[in-house]
Nanobody, 120 residues
Framework: QVQLVESGGGLVQPGGSLRLSCAAS????????MGWYRQAPGKERELVAA???????NYADSVSGRFTASRDNAKNTVYLQMNSLKPEDTAVYYC??????????????WGQGTQVTVSS
């Protein structure tokens, strides 16, 4: 069993910052790519940022230059630093990770989601 637990969401004013965290735990052998997705009401889930095991990153155009993904492999944790937040960043943010478990099976896992609301 693997769990991804997110934290750090909340309400912030436009121009503000938030830092999301996502910690993976359980029967983990290794973690490959990790990423953050978001889903706004009435919209499809979209990739926000992805980070490889070697910490190479990729960002959606809408957040490039404002959001930064990072990871601590020793803690099995991925972070998303969000700066210069805009109302259109309002969404539920989900953590995703591709994980090989100790039984040598590889699957994609999701966190439960954390709400980010950008509003004055």
């Amino acid at each position: 069993q693997v769990q991804l637990v997110e934290s750090g969401g909340g309400l912030v004013q436009p121009g503000g910052s938030l830092r999301l965290s996502c910690a993976a735990s359980g029967s983990i052998f290794s973690i490959y790519a990790m990423g953050w997705y978001r889903q706004a009401p009435g919209k499809e889930r979209e990739l926000v940022a992805a980070i490889t095991s070697g910490s190479s990153t990729n960002y959606a155009d809408s957040v490039s230059g404002r959001f930064t993904a990072s990871r601590d492999n020793a803690k099995n944790t991925v972070y998303l630093q969000m700066n210069s937040l805009k109302p259109e960043d309002t969404a539920v943010y989900y953590c995703n990770a591709r994980i090989r478990t100790i039984d040598m099976r590889t699957n994609d896992y999701w966190g439960q989601g954390t709400q980010v609301t950008v509003s004055s």
